[in-house]
């Protein structure tokens, strides 16, 4: 996980929700704000020069800084009593299974052919 922090200039609101959508489009975004000095976060699994890059075909981009995003800090928990797992509820991979596929149809499609006419062609 990782913390972005771009400094955008935005001309106006359409510009900021063109900023917002493309930012939130890029793939292993988790989060995305904007502040009001016009500084764009992005928490999540990205590359911050493709942010970059992708940002920079909307308006004028800076990486002002890139680091590690802060976890919520998670409440110590009692440990739970692990229960054995039965062989018959062992969860199977879905990409392993066989794809059911609709039967397709063939159509053939045969051109018109024209009446055999022995009189109207003479080779000499």
Excluded: F, W
Excluded at 43 to 67: F, M, Y
Excluded at 73 to 88: D, H, L, N, S
């Amino acid at each position: 996980m990782k913390k972005v922090v771009l400094k955008l200039d935005l001309h106006d609101n359409k510009c900021k929700q063109k900023a917002m959508k493309t930012a939130s489009g890029l793939s292993g975004v988790d989060s995305v704000s904007m502040d009001k000095d016009q500084k764009l976060t992005v928490t999540g699994d990205i590359d911050p020069v493709v942010a970059a890059r992708k940002l920079r075909k909307l308006c004028h981009t800076e990486i002002v800084s890139v680091g590690p995003a802060k976890e919520p800090e998670k409440k110590k928990e009692e440990p739970k009593k692990e229960e054995p797992k039965k062989p018959a509820e062992a969860k199977k991979d879905p990409s392993k299974e066989p794809i059911a596929c609709p039967p397709y149809t063939v159509v053939y499609y045969y051109p018109p052919v024209p009446d055999y006419d022995p009189a109207g062609c003479v080779i000499l």
